[in-house]
């Protein structure tokens, strides 16, 4: 065998491998926003959702379209595993869009490591938030300045097939709210009669942080501390070991897909009866199994532990060369009636009270059903959850990671508690 | 300089001894060729590695400026990171699942297409068609759904009465099919053993078929002796590509390495990290690590290929 004949082969794999790599390079190196030809502004925003969200923010960027003629708008919308991934990826390469979409783990990170603009100038001027609780706003806040704006109000929520709760036999939850007992004897009835009550709920920290709330502690303290020991959540977890076995939630192979999306819901694809989720996902629910109708969350201590957070937010990247042209588009996201009117609750209530409530007069469609369950539980959500720090979107991915483990056997509740724990403190701390 | 030996070329011609001024002036003309590659390798390759060197001593988050932290990175890895360890253990598994499969199906393959047949042309595009898509998302995709729960595989074996439930979402399963996507794309090792099969002499069969070698001893005593500078080679190259291996566990995991971390390689791990978690620093060093773990391993294989790779005229 010739070495000549290798090397060719090698050149050929390595041109292979050029020729793979490149295109990638090319990527990143996409430009920015540029302010255009002949005073055109063109605005790059991105966001993640399901397909009724994307649609409904479609229509209402066409509107700003039509309000401001100089201004182009570019819309990138992905689906949310990839999302934020990408998003660092271009920030760091230096592409970055002008707006960007921000969930509530990432947040932390991305205003305190200078990614966001402060908008604390722009507020009064072109940003306005008289109209907006200032519970909510906080939430967009870092040591008093305003990072990001809400782009919707939700709360936690139970949804469920009516339909199929009374063809198994069981009541629907009383919508004044129910306790963890009547809670666990529903699902385990459920369980009895088929498919199992709900989604197993012990993947995302978002719905121990509830728990914990009941308990009257939570995820983190304000200073950014973790606020919760190895045995809150060995006892959580062990709760549903329980459950699990008795088949009041649903299976390893269901729950280790979870993660907030229609495509990948046990619920949707028939795995549980039911299943834990913020109401802004509502409208994408009922638009994927129609029918589908939301609960308050079992309380303990007399406490449900919902509280009254952002869907999103949207905040305007640093590198942004029209930042003042995009501080007006996050505002008629968020402020303008004819925008409010056509996103409807694809973010879960308006963020602005007026919008909110002209809105809510004409509302239809799935959209009414987040407006009627947010009234019907309003004197439910009575918790005030802290902004999650820096490293708060490492431990939530860890913490999903290691509870595949717990339910697929691999670890113990205990050992995995104490992993949690301790990979946190080390996300805080460094 | 130049003017002088464009002046005299006829002594040129003449001497075979190589005058200075001309090797000097190939030499500048050699590297004037080589300089779009020697940039590309600079600006491109050795770069960004020393770079990365660097910011694996650092606490880069990707958006502000590092700062020195001297060994954490590394000493976290090696002390504290559970998922690292996982995520190394999946990435040594699939390595030494995947290569060995997939020689052996290339090689059985270029067996079968080295009989001189009809159509031939044709079976090797096929059998060469699922590399070409290999390194693709699409192929991932349909992986994803193939294997997926009520997936085409867990219907098909259904009806037969075996229930496994979705490949993906099962830890003990979901790897397997990460390696039999890696061995399906068996075509470019199969091709290169196709070629070194043609350059096996025939009379070295044919002397064989005198001495009375059955199809299994020949293929033993003649075919595999004679093959080893191409299995070294493929096996090289086939390691090295399955440390790196990335998309598929990405794209079928959905980007988690789940379930249970089964399918979380080594670099999906590091990706996490970089990206998600906006560790840059720690996923530098997590990259030099596996680059030195892939240079230990080749050098070790090379090492040993002095006792079985067997070149032809060594010992006649």
């Not at chain 1, 709360?155 to 009374?166: E, I, M, N, R």
């Not at chain 2, 560790?279 to 596996?290: I, N």
Request: some cysteine.
């Amino acid at each position: 065998m010739g070495i000549q004949q290798l090397s060719r082969l090698r050149v050929v794999a390595l041109g292979a491998v050029a020729a793979a790599v490149v295109p990638l390079a090319a990527c990143g190196g996409g430009s920015g926003s540029s302010a255009g030809n002949g005073g055109k502004t063109t605005l790059r925003l991105v966001w993640w959702g399901n397909e009724d969200r994307a649609k409904a923010t479609k229509s209402a960027i066409e509107l700003f379209q039509k309000k401001h003629p100089n201004v182009t708008v570019q819309t990138e919308f992905s689906a949310y595993d990839a999302y934020f991934q990408k998003l660092s990826t271009q920030l760091a390469g230096g592409g970055a869009p002008d707006i960007v979409q921000i969930d509530r783990p990432n947040f932390g990170d991305y205003a305190r490591r200078h990614v966001l603009k402060d908008l604390t100038p722009y507020v009064g001027k072109t940003i306005h938030t008289n109209d907006i609780d200032p519970k909510l706003l906080a939430a967009g806040k870092v040591q008093g300045q305003l990072y990001a704006l809400p782009g919707g109000q939700l709360t936690q929520s139970l949804v469920y097939d009516p339909a199929a709760w009374k063809k198994a036999g069981v009541n629907p939850p009383p919508a004044s709210g129910w306790t963890w007992d009547e809670f666990t004897a529903t699902m385990k009835k459920l369980g009895a009669s088929g498919t199992p009550g709900t989604t197993d709920f012990g993947w995302a920290i978002d719905w121990f942080e509830v728990w914990l709330a009941q308990q009257g502690k939570q995820t983190y303290t304000p200073d950014g501390k973790l606020g919760f020991t190895e045995a809150d959540l060995a006892q959580f977890w062990g709760t549903l070991a329980d459950l699990r076995k008795s088949k009041a939630v649903s299976a390893p192979s269901a729950t280790t897909k979870m993660d907030g999306s229609m495509p990948n819901s046990a619920y949707v694809n028939g795995q549980a009866a039911s299943e834990i989720n913020y109401d802004s996902s509502l409208t994408a629910y009922i638009t994927a199994k129609p029918g589908t109708a939301a609960a308050p969350l079992p309380s303990a201590n007399g406490k449900t532990g919902m509280s009254a957070l952002p869907t999103v937010t949207w905040g305007l990247t640093n590198r942004s060369k029209n930042a003042d042209v995009a501080a007006q588009l996050i505002d008629f996201l968020v402020n303008d009636p004819e925008a409010g009117k056509i996103l409807g609750a694809t973010r879960g209530l308006p963020p602005n009270q007026s919008v909110r409530q002209s809105v809510a007069g004409s509302v239809s469609g799935p959209s009414k059903a987040v407006f009627d369950y947010e009234s019907s539980v309003a004197s439910l959500v009575t918790t005030e959850a802290p902004v999650w720090p820096v490293g708060s979107a490492e431990i939530k991915r860890n913490f999903q990671q290691v509870y595949d483990d717990v339910i697929f056997g691999k670890t113990s509740v205990q050992a995995g508690a104490k992993r949690v724990v301790d990979d946190a403190h080390q996300s805080l701390g460094g | 300089m130049s003017t002088q030996t464009v002046a005299q070329p006829s002594v040129e011609s003449r001497s075979p001894a190589p005058p200075a001024p001309k090797s000097r002036r190939t030499e500048r003309s050699a590297y004037l060729f080589l300089a779009p590659w020697l940039v590309g390798a600079l600006v491109l390759t050795i770069g960004p590695m020393l770079a990365s060197l660097f910011l694996s001593f650092t606490d880069y988050d990707l958006f502000t400026s590092p700062h020195w932290v001297g060994l954490a990175n590394y000493r976290q890895m090696f002390t504290a990171d559970q998922s690292f360890r996982s995520s190394a253990a999946v990435t040594g598994k699939f390595v030494l699942l995947s290569v060995p499969l997939k020689l052996a199906l290339a090689l059985a393959v270029a067996l079968l297409l080295n009989r001189p047949r009809r159509g031939q042309g044709i079976y090797r595009s096929l059998f060469y068609a699922p590399s070409l898509l290999g390194a693709s998302v699409a192929v991932a995709l349909v992986w994803r759904v193939l294997f997926s729960d009520k997936g085409t595989v867990d219907r098909l074996l259904s009806a037969v009465g075996i229930h496994t439930g979705g490949w993906i979402s099962n830890p003990d399963y979901a790897l397997l099919t990460l390696v039999a996507l890696a061995v399906w794309q068996f075509g470019a090792p199969m091709v290169i053993f196709l070629a070194g099969l043609k350059q096996i002499p025939r009379d070295l069969y044919d002397a064989a078929a005198v001495d009375g070698a059955g199809r299994i001893r020949t293929f033993w005593s003649v075919t595999v002796p004679m093959l080893t500078p191409v299995l070294f080679f493929n096996l090289v190259l086939e390691s090295i590509h399955a440390f790196q291996s990335f998309t598929s566990a990405f794209i079928v995991s959905g980007g988690r390495g789940g379930p249970s971390d089964s399918t979380l390689f080594y670099t999906l791990y590091l990706y996490q990290r970089g990206f998600a978690d906006f560790r840059m620093g720690y996923a530098a060093a997590m990259a030099w690590v596996l680059l030195v773990v892939i240079a230990v391993l080749t050098a070790l294989i090379f090492r040993s290929s002095r006792s079985w790779v067997h070149y032809a005229g060594d010992d006649q």
